[in-house]
C-alpha cells in the first residue's frame, strides 16, 4: 500500500521528535550515541551552572538590589524550571512512551474511503507544520534574545558577569572575556534546552488537537457517512474512546509540569516587571519579557484550544440528523453525546485548568507584585 503524505512527513521528523521526548525525560540509555551524549550535556549544565549562579549570588548580595542581582535571580529561576520539569518528566515516561506510541499509530492509519483519507492528511499534515514552524520561532526567538542579553552583559558594567565560575577569575584580560563567552554558551544551551522541553509538551498537545479536530469533521459528514458505512457509528465512538483516553494520558503527562511551569513563571514575570520597570529604556529588559511572556501563554493557549475543540464537539453531534438514526444507531449517538458533554480540558496539578484566564492571573499575580517589590526596593 502506497505510504500516506502525513506519515511520509512523520517518519521525516520522527528522529528529532524522539531527541525532543529523550531530552525532555532525560532517557539516555536508548537512541543512538549522538543523542545520549547531546543529552547527558544538556542534563549535565543544567545542574552545574546553577551552582555557578548561586556562587555569584553569595557575592552580588552584598551590593544590594541592584541589576546584576536581578538578572542573576532571574537565570537562577530559569535553571530552577528547566530541573522541576525534567525531573517531573521522568517521572511520568511511561505517560511520554504511551502518547508517542499512539501518535506514531494515529500517522500510520488509513482510511480506504476517499474523503476519510483527505480528512486524516489535511489535521495531520497541518499539525507537523503548525509543529515545524513553533520550533524555527522558538529557535530564532530565543537564541537571538540569549545573544541580544549577553552582548548587553558585556557592554554594560551595571549587568556584568552573572555567574561565578570556578578557577576563572572574571575581572580582568583574556579570563574576562572567556567568562563573557562561557556565559553566552551556556545561556543558548539554556534556551535550547527549554525550547526542547516546551515543544515536546506542545507537540503532544497539537496530535491530540488534530485528533480532535479529525473526530469533528467525522461527525460532521455522519449523515452522508453512515449511508455508505453502517458501522460508521461504532468507529466514530471507537475514535471518541481513543482521544478521551490520550488527554487523560496527556493530562497525567502535564499536571506536574505545568504547576512547576505556573510557578516559575510566576516569579519570573515578576522579576522580569521589575527590571523593565527599573531600567525603562533598556531593549534587553523588553526582550526578556516577551520570551518570558511567550513560554507562560503558549502552553496556556494549547490548553484552551483543547477544551474548545472538545466542546464542538457536542454541536457537531447536535448538527446531525441525529433522529432519522436506527434505533441501534441512536443508542449509540446517545453514548457518543453523553461523553461530548462533559468537559475534558488539561489541569494544572489536576486541579488548575490551563487556559487563558490563567494566563491573565498569573499576569496579574506577577504585576501586583512586581509594583510592591518596586517600592520597597526605592
Known amino acids: 500500500m502506497k ?15 524522539d531527541f525532543e521526548l529523550s531530552a525532555t525525560t532525560f532517557r539516555v540509555t536508548s537512541g543512538s550515541w549522538r543523542n545520549r551524549i547531546l543529552i547527558a550535556i544538556l542534563g549535565a549544565q543544567a545542574f552545574i551552572v546553577p551552582v555557578f549562579l548561586v556562587r555569584h549570588l553569595r ?5 544590594g538590589l541592584d541589576l546584576n542581582l536581578l538578572l542573576t535571580v532571574l537565570f537562577s529561576f530559569g535553571y530552577v524550571q528547566i530541573i522541576l520539569k525534567v525531573i517531573c518528566a521522568l517521572l511520568k515516561r511511561r505517560y511520554f512512551v504511551k502518547l508517542f506510541a499512539w501518535i506514531e499509530l494515529l500517522y500510520r492509519e488509513q482510511e480506504a474511503d476517499a474523503d476519510l483519507a483527505l480528512i486524516l492528511e489535511k489535521h495531520l499534515v497541518d499539525s507537523l507544520n503548525v509543529w515545524k514552524l513553533l ?26 558577569i552573572t555567574m561565578n565560575i570556578p578557577y576563572l577569575p572574571s575581572n ?13 554558551i551556556f545561556m543558548l544551551t539554556t534556551s535550547a534546552y527549554i525550547i526542547l522541553i516546551d515543544l515536546s509538551i506542545i507537540f503532544l498537545g497539537l496530535q491530540i488537537m488534530a485528533a480532535l479536530s479529525i473526530l469533528n469533521d467525522y461527525i460532521r459528514i455522519l449523515d452522508g457517512m453512515i449511508k455508505k458505512y453502517p458501522d460508521y457509528l461504532q468507529t466514530i465512538l471507537k475514535r471518541h474512546c481513543d482521544v ?6 496527556l493530562n497525567k503527562t502535564v499536571k506536574e509540569m505545568s504547576l512547576a511551569q505556573f510557578l ?24 526578556l519579557c516577551f520570551c518570558g511572556l511567550i513560554q507562560i501563554i503558549a502552553l496556556c493557549l494549547f490548553g484552551e484550544f ?32 453523553g461523553m ?13 485548568n490551563i487556559n487563558v484566564y490563567s494566563f491573565l492571573q498569573i499576569l496579574k499575580i506577577a504585576v501586583s507584585y512586581c509594583a510592591i517589590l518596586y517600592t520597597f526596593s526605592n
Open 264 to 287: 516559575c513563571s510566576t516569579f519570573i514575570l515578576l522579576l522580569m516587571f521589575l527590571f523593565v520597570r527599573k531600567e525603562q529604556n533598556q531593549f534587553a529588559a523588553y526582550v
Open 59 to 63: 557575592e552580588a548580595l552584598k551590593n
Open 306 to 337: 483543547i477544551r474548545i475543540k472538545t466542546e464542538r464537539l457536542s454541536t457537531a453531534l447536535y448538527l446531525t440528523m441525529w433522529y432519522e438514526l436506527s434505533l441501534k444507531d441512536q443508542k449509540i449517538f446517545l453514548i457518543i453525546l
Open 244 to 249: 478521551i483516553q490520550n488527554i487523560h494520558w
Open 172 to 184: 580582568h584580560g583574556l579570563q574576562k572575556e572567556l567568562a563573557y563567552l562561557l556565559q553566552l
Open 340 to 352: 461530548a458533554q462533559r468537559e475534558y480540558c488539561l489541569k494544572a496539578a489536576g486541579m488548575y
Open 3 to 17: 505510504e500516506s503524505k502525513q506519515l511520509r512527513m512523520f517518519n521525516q521528523e520522527k528522529g528529532f521528535i
Open 135 to 160: 520550533l524555527r520561532c522558538g529557535v530564532i526567538s530565543l537564541a537571538s534574545a540569549a545573544i541580544v542579553i549577553c552582548v548587553k552583559m558585556r557592554l554594560d558594567p551595571k549587568l556584568g
